[in-house]
């Protein structure tokens, strides 16, 4: 049982680069989420979806979109990278409001913009 | 808007007991949970109170007043593998659930 798998671990972008990042979950939980760290910092929400074909605006949204086409995936996509969006991104899955408040999260995925 | 405060750092030597408290701000409460973060790691879940009182599970317990709008996360018998980040998080019903977290505990454990 693999849990929330993210891809890829590690990326350097150039300012103004896209890139995508994969979120797989295979506990079939209707709710994820993607979120950002920065050193020092807590978690901000940047989009979450509540299930297939929906999603919905967090925190810090701007510079970000995403997509949850099939239930088991969450896309986190960046446009035009810029170097305030070096972070550590972080996926998370929840069965719902059923899930008693637990976050199923990734491992991470370390993006550096130069 | 939303606020969670919590102290930013704590230090304490094995076998203590520490206490880590987290004050909120928000619309359509639903629940608060506690996460454990070791450096260069994932969040992983702790405990969650979505009803007021005592949460126990095994060394950790949290605890929640919806009416101060106050928890806390209790660490008993501390060892040198509890030095993490500490992190309360809000869970809200307003579409769906979405999860604010604070801004994170540092807790050092000294021998």
């Known amino acids: 049982n693999a849990g929330v798998t993210q891809t890829p671990k590690f990326r350097v972008l150039k300012t103004g680069q896209s890139m995508t990042l994969l979120c797989a979950q295979d506990?079939?939980?209707?709710?994820m989420y993607w979120y950002r760290q920065d050193p020092g910092m807590g978690l901000r929400l940047i989009h979450y979806?509540?299930?297939?074909?929906?999603?919905a605006k967090g925190e810090v949204p701007d510079g970000y979109n995403v997509s949850r086409l099939k239930k088991q995936n969450f896309l986190l996509g960046l446009e035009s990278a810029a170097p305030s969006q070096t972070s550590v991104y972080f996926c998370?899955?929840?069965?719902?409001?059923?899930?008693?408040?637990?976050?199923?999260f990734g491992e991470g995925s370390r993006l550096t913009v130069l | 808007g939303q606020s969670l405060e919590q102290p930013s750092e704590v230090t304490a030597v094995e076998g203590a007991i520490v206490q880590i408290n987290c004050t909120y701000q928000?619309?359509?409460?639903?629940?608060l949970s506690w996460y454990q973060q070791h450096d260069g790691g994932a969040p992983t879940f702790l405990s969650y109170?979505?009803?007021?009182g005592l949460e126990e599970t095994g060394r950790f317990s949290s605890f929640l007043s919806r009416s101060d709008s106050y928890g806390y996360l209790l660490l008993q018998e501390l060892q040198m593998k509890d030095s993490a980040s500490y992190f309360c998080?809000?869970?809200?019903?307003?579409?769906?659930?979405?999860?604010?977290f604070g801004p994170g505990t540092r807790l050092s454990v000294l021998p």
């Open positions: 109170n979505g009803l007021d």
């Open positions: 506990m079939n939980h209707e709710y």
């Open positions: 998370a899955s929840s069965p719902g409001t059923g899930g008693a408040g637990e976050l199923f």
């Open positions: 998080a809000v869970s809200r019903a307003d579409y769906g659930q979405n999860f604010v």
């Open positions: 928000t619309s359509g409460f639903y629940g």
């Open positions: 979806s509540v299930g297939e074909g929906t999603t």
